[in-house]
């Protein structure tokens, strides 16, 4: 006995193989990782798979997957057809699945980069980085670097190679690559990836912090009237504005709502929203820095997946799958190692791209199983016992996952994958990514048919380490895809695993094996070949705990689950278990029953008290029959429980997220619930029935410890419990039950009654009382609504209103007690007695035997009139209604006279209805009468109808009943029966009248036979049928005989005609006489023919026997045999036509000659024709002749085979060949032209042809030997030859002579100036050595060879003349000559190499040079004319700087540089430098100052953003970092050239002039006086030197043109500090602010003069601020004294100074400043007046005050005073200053009445009031919410939009 597989229980070597090899060691090849377990379950263990599985779970799980090899018997058939199948497949890139960047997006990364550049660096990023001639992605750079750890671990562990793959796939990596790849990224990214992992960290810190931490860091939160405030860890206090109606800016991509803005994340390029609790994974917080939504962060140009590809046969997916095994393994056999290590390498992306297919997730629901099913046809190759068996059996996958005892027997979905099998068809390397299961079910693997499948597998206990290794081995995958583990892209080296102590273990599948994984189980692997396996998933009972870990891994990462866990636990628990289902059951069920109490108690007590439960289940004994709504926050399936509110509809969220719904008050909430929490405890103790007692005990202890602690909250101060609320609800609702029934009372109490539903037994009492409202409820409602139903009809009788149903009130009033007080169901109880009494006369009337209609019709009366309906008033209503109907129908009968109108069945009908009815009525006697006549006709008929009728015995009975009304069937198919005879006779009749004088006696035969037929088929005996009979035949026989005399017949069926015709006696008849004359001449003729054919006469004989047989009409049997006989002859002569008349015209036209075979058959056939032929012997002749040329033909072909054996020796023989050939080219021709003559065609003219072009070919051949033939010739020669016979290729002269052709066109090759490169100087020896070997000597060539090689070692001999010379003896030209003669003159060597090497590098460095330098087109050297050019200029530059030193001023002009002692000349009053008159011009702006541009650009406040570029147009202004880059590429060269020279000068130079610009830079930026002549005149030197010198670099050019933009600013600032008009603070804050963008230190005079102006001037406008709004608290005299302290300031604020001056006018009778109460302004005299002063509430369309109106008088009543109190309120806008009376009168076309205050529901025009100028209302909105950036965040709350009071 196996017990737990003791017997090879688990072998830790994999065990198989096949014929190609096996991994060595069972250690999983290569990779040395260790075996999983492989179990062999004998045959008992086999029946149960869950069982068997359960067994070795102990063992196998710590491995997280195993190998179970069946018994021997079980071989299932694989039913698929493998013909038919066709699948469709993915595309795997296998190069990419570890070895690939993320998908990042380069315009996101740019965005995110230059910010950084901006904001820490002071600088803007290049818009271009070279690397190897292509754009850089800097993107992938930092990613691929990032991969590998950063850049301090590539550079430690040097991966720069494998950062280089990542970047350029596919390119070639060198040291230099890897070099300039490191300092590329050292350059631009290695302060970036700093400030990124600083970044990181910050996060990380952010994430960490606890729960309650968080909350001591949130705001606290102060209720006051109407506004809400919170105060920040300061302990200040922030506005928090809640806005009651607002529009939504900003709608989350997860959720597609716009509310809880407050936590509203937004990209930082794109702007869509996420709340940051519905992201995936979800966040906590807002995190630090910019954030980019994963759109943005992944390209779809880089993103990776298997793309669907085309659909395949298995066939043409074989030829595939051969082709990828052959490119990489050729076709030697492979080991599984060689195929693990090779793939694993593939992976890594060291072997190259590699592109498969693989047919992966095949629904079989739509492509079919491989396993049996009964769905499916079977196959007639398999047994029906073999099919059944194989259907049924439960390792099946189709079976498994619904066997007894699995989890998912209760899916009702088919869901593919889980439900229903997936099957796959692979090929070499195609992969199955690391993952687990969804929901962590268990998966088992089949492996049909095909090459192993290699699987890696790491245990569910280190699923925590083998993600944490995953992220950190591909950390850039993970941080733009955090689901990637979900995707199944992606694959990791196990070695990496086993390095960081994560365990793995290998399994080898082969055919027939089953391969096991377990819950949570990552795995993965791949194809070794050809294969097809099928998967399924399964779940038994100790799957439970991994489902619920895998439900919550969905709910985190936001996940639509495959299925509802928590359903499937419910109805589980609801079906049969055993013990091992409940232990494992019960543990999940009390996790969600205390999970769901949790959550359901906490939204009780914040104040969700309103709930309902859900729609019930239509099938509630199976998973998903119906779709549960989801979570729009998590993706969960709410089954359980949800939370809705009316403002969303359709919209749900999990009790978790219940707070993130909407912003409604909690009290707008609702939860719904499918189950109660006593219905859970429910199924917890329905599933301890089944535990042992002990496990039952503890489970019970632990739910009563839960039901310890009281539920409590807070009620208006006070704590209440759950329960007491309860017990108070109770006693509430029995008091109502005892009142009269109250609709409002009743409502209140269900609705009251919702927050104690949902909760555990305790509120079982709740739960019964609220029945019983709502029963009562509906009782009273029914109650009212009947009474009121039957009063309405009462007093209407309305036909159209529908009465109530007496069995309705019966319902409702015969209750033993009534389920509330409703005094309304008394008074419906006395239309129930009267309804009663009614019913009780109805069923007495119609119980009686005998009643009068009358009687009926009056008691029907009263039944119309009751309000109530009553079922016995149908009974009454159809008795009444049958007894008028059965009185018209007799009536109707009787008075019908016309024959056969009355239907025998509508007679007897109303007899039965006579019967039923039970009356007494006249019509009963005339129907009886009516009757009896009916029964006596039917007797007469039947007696008729038995025996053979007669036809006079009918006429007479059809005479006497011919007027009967009534319709009687067997009298009316005796009337049939006699018309139908009475017609038959006519026609016979008509037809035998003259029927042997017709012509057409085809007609007589067809109309005599279909009357036959018709007689036969009469019910009456008639006497004429023989008479028929006996006409029919004669007409037969006369149709045959007119069918001889139209046609020719056999003289056979001939004379059997006559002996017919005689026996019915018609044979005197004519037309049987004329066949009689026909068959007499037949006769004759027969005799004649028989004698022809017996003497092989001549062929006139013949024809002359057939013409008379033409007019015979009748055929004898000799006629085929003489037609056969001429036809023959006939046929041979036309086959011998062409032989006996080849010398005529005719035939000399013809392409084509006679063969002789076909001859031969002729004369042959000629011998047996019946017909004498002189054309025979004329044959024969002709084949004699032919058979003579044969013979000569076949003597010229041995001539010329043994001229083409001849072997050739010297020059000799080659001389006597020649003749010979040509005189038996002769002969063969001639031969040739015979044959031709003879017009036959010979097997022997093809030979002939052949030999002669043969030897023509070898005339030609031997003559390039005296001669000197062309390359072509050659060629075409050697082509001729290929094309010749194959029995004349292999003979001697053939041989020879193409081996000479072939020695003729190599020597052509090499002598080729064009392909002389591809020869060495071996090869050029060897070719003269093969000329020695030869049997043809070429003399001419030989001698062209031999100069060749002279001429390449005199070449070799030069070059090493010119390496051995210095390196400065070496000149560009002779270096250039050398290569010219080494291209013409030789042949392939290192030194041509060389030389062309070195020449290309000093041209490519020269092009360099030209590209970066740009010189100007010149005739000559363009390139060393601008290098001379860059050096005068450099050294000008370098001369300004040395005389600045010295302060010495030059002798030469700054514009030329050209002396100016003898020129007139122009003198810089400031700097002093000196310019010809001439260039004044374009130097001088202004002639009379006497300033040079230099200065005059320098002392200018208005810099362009260009800097000084704009001095000098058309000059180059070159980096020097490019000329220090071209001059350290010049140190490659082997030869100094001019170029080289002059630009080392150059850089030398160059440098020199940065230093002192540098120096000059740096003292500008550091000067801080107030003096500015000093940086002009250093500024003026530096500009002079830079515009003169056209080189520079990026760093120095960068803080040259920052030290122009702060003088600049310096001018400026003292422009606006010493000019005459005051500046405004704007100007000044600008002005500030510009100069911090410069970074302008905060010693600085300027700075600190404008910075004590900005904060006086502040200071002032913020007083003036306040009090022009504080509605006239402070005195005119200070407001005065305010204006005039504004006006003196050295800054301009005209704007306060104006709201001063407005706040000072005075309005209303009560003359005070505008304030905020409401105004409104007389349409005459434009005064303004306060509503409360002139008493009135709301604004009137025209307004007269009382001064220019006395009269006029408003009444002010308590309600207009309320408005104006409502209109007052906090809630209204800021009412703004009106305008003065003068203002007002402009605009006195406008309507003048309007309310300053901005009320929204008004429709009244309202005229608002500015103190800016204008009269409309500033109409602003409510304050918005916004999402924010959070940037603009990072100071506020997560949860409140806040501004600062002040």
């Given at each position: 006995m196996m017990g737990r597989g003791r017997t090879r229980k688990v072998e830790k070597g994999v065990l198989g193989g096949n014929l190609n090899g096996g991994l060595s060691g069972g250690c999983g090849g290569s990779l040395s990782v260790p075996s999983g377990p492989v179990f062999y379950p004998t045959e008992e263990e086999f029946k149960d798979p869950l069982e068997f599985i359960y067994k070795i779970r102990p063992e196998a799980e710590p491995y997280g997957i195993c190998r179970i090899v069946p018994p021997a018997s079980w071989k299932p058939p694989f039913v698929l057809d493998m013909d038919s199948f066709r699948f469709p497949t993915k595309s795997q890139a296998i190069h990419q699945l570890q070895a690939r960047c993320a998908p990042c997006d380069p315009k996101t990364f740019r965005l995110e980069y230059n910010l950084f550049l901006e904001d820490h660096c002071g600088k803007k990023a290049k818009k271009r980085v070279v690397f190897e001639g292509e754009d850089l992605d800097l993107c992938k750079l930092f990613n691929a670097v990032k991969r590998f750890g950063g850049y301090d671990n590539v550079v430690k562990e040097k991966k720069w190679a494998e950062v280089?793959?990542?970047?350029?796939?596919?390119?070639?990596?060198?040291?230099?690559?890897?070099?300039?790849?490191?300092?590329?990224?050292?350059?631009?990214?290695?302060?970036?990836?700093?400030?990124?992992?600083?970044?990181?960290?910050?996060?990380?810190?952010?994430?960490?912090?606890?729960?309650?931490?968080?909350?001591?860091?949130?705001?606290?939160?102060e209720v006051s009237s109407g506004k809400r405030r919170r105060k920040n860890k300061e302990g200040e206090r922030i506005e928090v504005l809640k806005v009651e109606k607002q529009e939504l800016d900003q709608i989350c991509e997860q959720c597609s709502s716009g509310l809880h803005g407050e936590v509203m994340l937004l990209c930082d390029r794109c702007n869509k929203g996420w709340h940051?609790?519905?992201?995936?994974?979800?966040?906590?917080?807002?995190?630090?820095?910019?954030?980019?939504?994963?759109?943005?962060?992944?390209?779809?140009?880089?993103?990776?997946?298997?793309?669907?590809?085309?659909?395949?046969?298995?066939?043409a997916f074989r030829r595939v799958a051969d082709r990828v095994k052959k490119k990489w393994f050729g076709s030697a056999p492979t080991s599984w190692v060689q195929l693990e290590k090779k793939f694993w390498e593939i992976v890594e992306g060291s072997a190259g791209e590699v592109e498969v297919m693989y047919g992966s997730d095949l629904d079989t629901s739509v492509y079919g199983s491989g396993f049996p099913r009964q769905i499916d046809q079977r196959s007639e190759s398999i047994e029906p016992d073999v099919w059944n068996e194989y259907c049924a059996s439960p390792w099946n996958l189709n079976n498994l996952p619904r066997l007894q005892g699995s989890m998912l027997r209760t899916v009702h979905q088919n869901i593919a994958g889980v439900m229903v099998p997936w099957l796959y068809v692979g090929m070499p390397f195609s992969s199955f990514c690391w993952h687990f299961e969804d929901h962590c079910f268990y998966s088992m693997n089949y492996h049909h048919w095909g090459e192993p499948k290699c699987w890696y597998s790491v245990p569910g206990n280190e699923a925590d380490a083998f993600e944490k290794v995953m992220r950190n081995s591909l950390p850039d995958l993970f941080e733009t895809q955090p689901d990637l583990l979900f995707q199944l892209v992606t694959m990791l080296n196990p070695k990496v695993l086993q390095e960081k102590g994560v365990p793995v273990y290998s399994i080898i599948q082969e055919p027939g094996n089953f391969v096991i994984t377990f819950p949570r189980s990552y795995h993965g692997g791949f194809n070794l070949g050809l294969n097809c396996a099928e998967a399924v998933n399964f779940a038994p009972a100790d799957w439970l705990p991994h489902g619920g870990f895998g439900a919550e891994l969905y709910r985190n990462y936001h996940k639509v689950p495959v299925l509802s866990h928590e359903e499937l636990l419910c109805v589980v628990a609801k079906s049969e278990l055993d013990s091992r289902t409940s232990t494992y059951l019960n543990k999940e069920l009390l996790r969600i029953y205390s999970n769901e109490k949790t959550w359901r108690e906490r939204l009780w007590k914040n104040g969700i008290i309103r709930s309902s439960p859900m729609t019930p289940r239509v099938k509630p004994d199976y998973v998903g029959t119906e779709e549960d709504p989801t979570c729009v926050i998590c993706q969960q399936l709410l089954y359980l429980s949800a939370v809705s509110c009316n403002c969303r509809p359709s919209t749900y969220v999990c009790l978790e997220h219940w707070e993130n719904l909407c912003e409604c008050k909690r009290n707008k909430l609702r939860l719904l619930y499918r189950h109660s929490l006593a219905e859970l405890s429910g199924l917890l103790v329905s599933v301890h029935k089944y535990n042992a007692v002990e496990a039952a005990g503890e489970s019970r202890k632990d739910m009563c410890s839960e039901?310890?602690?009281?539920?409590?909250?807070?009620?208006?101060?006070?704590?209440?419990?759950?329960?007491?609320?309860?017990?108070?609800?109770?006693?509430?609702?029995?008091?109502?039950?005892?009142?009269?029934?109250?609709?409002?009372?009743?409502?209140s109490a269900i609705e009251e009654a919702e927050q104690f539903l949902w909760a555990g037994s305790e509120m079982d009492l709740v739960r019964e009382i609220e029945n019983n409202l709502i029963q009562a409820k509906n009782w009273a409602k029914a109650v009212k609504d009947c009474f009121s139903k039957v009063k309405s009809w009462s007093n209407s009788r309305n036909c159209k209103t529908e009465r109530v149903q007496m069995d309705r009130i019966n319902e409702l009033l015969n209750l033993k007690t009534a389920p509330c007080n409703e005094p309304s169901h008394l008074q419906l109880k006395e239309y129930q007695e009267d309804a009663n009494i009614l019913i009780q006369e109805i069923n007495t009337s119609l119980s009686s035997s005998e009643y009068s209609v009358s009687d009926l019709e009056i008691l029907y009366s009263k039944v119309v009139d009751l309000p109530i309906y009553i079922k016995e008033s149908e009974k009454l209503k159809l008795k009444l209604s049958a007894v008028k109907v059965w009185v018209d129908d007799v009536r109707n009968c009787i008075s019908l006279k016309a024959p056969s109108l009355v239907e025998e069945d509508m007679l007897y009908k109303l007899e039965l209805e006579m019967l039923d009815l039970h009356i007494q009525l006249p019509e009963v006697d005339l129907l009886a009468n009516l009757i009896r006549q009916v029964k006596s006709c039917r007797s007469r008929c039947n007696e008729i109808l038995k025996d053979p009728i007669c036809l006079k015995e009918v006429k007479l009975l059809l005479n006497e009943w011919e007027a009967f009304t009534v319709n009687i069937p067997e009298l009316k198919?005796?009337?049939?029966?006699?018309?139908?005879?009475?017609s038959w006779i006519s026609r016979v009749d008509l037809i035998l009248m003259n029927v042997h004088e017709r012509e057409d006696q085809e007609n007589v035969v067809d109309e005599l036979t279909s009357i036959k037929s018709d007689g036969l088929l009469l019910q009456i005996q008639v006497d004429e049928l023989p008479r028929v009979e006996l006409e029919l035949d004669k007409a037969q026989c006369r149709v045959k005989a007119y069918t001889v005399l139209r046609s020719q017949m056999s003289m056979d069926f001939v004379q059997q005609l006559i002996l017919e015709a005689a026996k019915l006696q018609i044979e005197k008849e004519k037309v049987f006489a004329d066949i009689s004359q026909r068959h007499v001449a037949a006769v004759d003729w027969e005799d004649k023919a028989k004698q022809v054919l017996a003497t092989s006469a001549c062929l006139s004989s013949f024809e002359d026997i057939l013409r008379a047989s033409e007019h015979i009409g009748i055929?004898?049997?000799?006629?085929?045999?003489?037609?056969?006989?001429?036809?023959?002859?006939?046929?041979?002569?036309?086959?011998?036509?062409?032989?006996?008349?080849?010398?005529?015209?005719?035939?000399?036209?013809?392409?084509?000659?006679?063969?002789?075979?076909?001859?031969?058959?002729?004369?042959?056939?000629?011998?047996?024709?019946?017909?004498?032929?002189?054309?025979?012997?004329?044959?024969e002749n002709i084949l004699k002749k032919g058979m003579e040329w044969e013979q000569d033909a076949s003597c010229l072909l041995q001539?010329?085979?043994?001229?083409?054996?001849?072997?050739?020796?010297?020059?000799?023989?080659t001389s006597c060949l020649v003749p010979n050939l040509e005189r038996q080219v002769l002969l063969i021709e001639a031969a040739m032209e015979a044959g031709i003559s003879l017009g036959l065609e010979f097997n022997m003219t093809l030979k002939l042809q052949d030999a002669c072009s043969m030897l023509k070919w070898c005339i030609k051949a031997l003559s390039f030997s005296t001669s000197i033939p062309s390359h072509e010739e050659v060629e075409m020669m050697l082509d001729a030859s290929s094309n010749l016979p194959v029995v004349f290729i292999s003979c001697a002269l053939s041989t020879a002579l193409t081996d000479g052709l072939s020695w003729l066109k190599k020597s052509f090759e090499v002598l080729d100036p064009n392909s002389r490169r591809q020869f060495e100087i071996s090869n050029v020896e060897e070719l003269l050595a093969l000329s020695k070997r030869l049997c043809i000597s070429f003399p001419t060539f030989i001698g062209r060879l031999q100069n060749a090689i002279e001429n390449h070692n005199l070449w070799i001999d030069q070059v090493h003349l010119f390496y051995g010379l210095s390196c400065e003896d070496r000149s560009w030209n002779m270096l250039l000559q050398l290569k010219e003669d080494g291209i013409s003159n030789a042949f392939s060597c290192g030194e041509l190499e060389k030389v062309l090497y070195e020449a290309e590098k000093v041209e490519k460095w020269n092009q360099r040079c030209a590209d970066i330098i740009k010189p100007l087109p010149a005739e000559e050297n363009p390139l060393l004319r601008a290098l001379i050019d860059l050096k005068n200029s450099i050294e000008r530059s370098f001369e300004v700087y040395s005389n600045s030193k010295l302060g010495e001023s030059t002798n030469l002009c700054m514009c030329c540089f050209s002396s100016i002692d003898d020129c007139a000349r122009l003198t810089c009053s400031i700097c002093k430098d000196s310019f010809h008159l001439q260039c004044a011009e374009r130097s001088l702006e202004d002639t009379v100052l006497s300033f040079c541009r230099y200065c005059n650009f320098i002392n200018s406040s208005k810099l362009p953003r260009s800097g000084s570029g704009f001095l000098r147009t058309g000059r180059k202004h070159l980096t020097l970092d490019k000329l220090t880059f071209l001059l350290s590429e010049s140190s490659d060269l082997f030869l100094w050239t001019d170029e080289r020279r002059i630009?080392?000068?150059?850089?030398?130079?160059?440098?020199?002039?940065?230093?002192?610009?540098?120096?000059?830079?740096?003292?500008?930026?550091?000067?801080?006086?107030?003096?500015?002549?000093?940086?002009?005149?250093?500024?003026?030197?530096?500009?002079?030197?830079?515009?003169?010198?056209?080189?520079?670099?990026?760093?120095?050019?960068?803080?040259?043109?920052?030290?122009?933009?702060?003088?600049?600013?310096?001018?400026?600032?003292?422009?606006?500090?010493?000019?005459?008009?005051?500046?405004?603070?704007?100007q000044i804050q600008h002005h500030l602010k510009e100069g911090l963008a410069m970074n302008t230190p905060p010693e600085d005079y300027f700075a600190q003069k404008l910075t004590v102006l900005r904060n006086t001037g502040l200071q002032w406008a913020d007083t003036a601020?306040?009090?022009?709004?504080?509605?006239g608290v402070l005195g005119l005299d200070r407001v005065f004294e305010l204006i005039s302290e504004g006006e003196s300031l050295p800054v301009s604020c005209a704007k306060e100074i104006k709201l001063l001056r407005d706040r000072s006018m005075l309005y209303c009778i009560c003359r005070r400043p505008y304030d905020q109460k409401a105004m409104i302004a007389c349409d005459k005299c434009d005064e303004w007046y306060h509503f409360d002063c002139i008493k009135i509430s709301s604004a009137p369309k025209v307004y007269i005050c009382p001064a220019c109106n006395p009269g006029f008088e408003e009444n002010t009543s308590a309600p207009a005073r309320a408005t104006h109190e409502r209109f007052s309120g906090n809630k209204l806008e800021e009412p703004q200053t009106p305008l003065r009376r003068s203002e007002l009168r402009r605009n006195s076309q406008k309507p003048k009445s309007s309310i300053l205050a901005g009320v929204n529901d008004m429709n009244d025009c309202l005229r608002n009031i500015s103190s800016t100028g204008s009269l409309l209302w500033r109409n602003k909105k409510p304050f918005r919410r916004a999402a924010r950036k959070r940037s603009q965040l990072d100071c506020l709350s997560p949860f409140y939009y806040v501004r600062d009071k002040s």
């Open positions: 280089f793959r990542f970047v350029r796939p596919g390119g070639k990596i060198s040291e230099c690559s890897k070099h300039v790849l490191s300092q590329l990224y050292r350059e631009h990214l290695f302060d970036y990836e700093e400030y990124y992992c600083r970044l990181n960290k910050v996060k990380k810190k952010s994430c960490k912090r606890s729960v309650t931490s968080s909350k001591k860091c949130e705001p606290e939160v940051i609790y519905c992201l995936s994974p979800p966040l906590k917080r807002i995190p630090p820095g910019n954030w980019y939504c994963l759109e943005c962060l992944n390209s779809e140009k880089d993103s990776f997946g298997f793309v669907p590809g085309k659909q395949f046969t298995l066939e039901k310890v602690v009281a539920l409590a909250k807070k009620v208006k101060g006070h704590h209440v419990t759950h329960l007491q609320l309860a017990e108070e609800w109770i006693l509430k609702s029995c008091k109502i039950l005892e009142l009269p029934y109250s609709k409002h009372a009743y409502a198919l005796l009337k049939k029966y006699y018309g139908d005879t009475i055929i004898p049997p000799s006629l085929l045999d003489v037609k056969l006989a001429v036809s023959t002859a006939k046929d041979w002569l036309i086959k011998a036509e062409p032989f006996l008349f080849q010398d005529s015209a005719i035939m000399s036209t013809s392409n084509s000659c006679l063969q002789v075979d076909v001859l031969k058959e002729l004369v042959l056939e000629s011998k047996d024709l019946k017909v004498h032929l002189e054309e025979c012997s004329l044959l001539n010329a085979e043994q001229l083409r054996n001849i072997n050739i020796i010297g020059e000799g023989s630009l080392s000068q150059i850089v030398e130079k160059a440098l020199a002039c940065n230093a002192s610009l540098t120096k000059l830079v740096n003292f500008s930026l550091a000067y801080v006086s107030q003096d500015l002549n000093v940086v002009s005149q250093k500024m003026c030197i530096a500009l002079k030197a830079m515009d003169v010198g056209r080189i520079g670099d990026d760093e120095g050019n960068r803080l040259f043109e920052l030290a122009l933009g702060r003088h600049s600013w310096k001018i400026k600032a003292k422009k606006l500090l010493g000019s005459g008009e005051k500046p405004t603070l704007q601020k306040k009090v022009s709004g504080d509605g």
